[in-house]
């Protein structure tokens, strides 16, 4: 294994911690705590995994590894978001999501 596969291994663990943690929050709620800590909930602990994701795709960038020069690129975010929030009102109206 050469630093570019460990890294992106590591990205690729790290997206791994996203998903778990986002599963618990929905399982267990935003402000349960995590049960290995009485002092973090699961809101926080989802934000520290992303923010570890995010860090891992900056030191691929910093290494050379991924292009990130248009990481935070506000038109693709505003876009996602937009479709998103189209389907979820979609699924609304089909039933499958009840709030």
Known sequence: MNSREYLFTVLAEE???VAQATSKTIRFGNSSFVPQSRFTTN????????????A???????????????????????????KVTEYLELAENMGVVID
Do not use: C, P, W
Request: no cysteine; aromatic share 4%.
């Open 43 to 54: 809101a926080e602990h989802l934000v520290q995994e992303i923010n570890e994701m995010i």
């Open 56 to 82: 891992m795709v900056e030191l691929l960038g910093e290494f050379g590894y991924l292009d990130i020069t248009n990481l935070n690129n506000v038109r693709v975010k505003e876009a996602k978001k937009i």
């Open 15 to 17: 997206a791994s911690e």
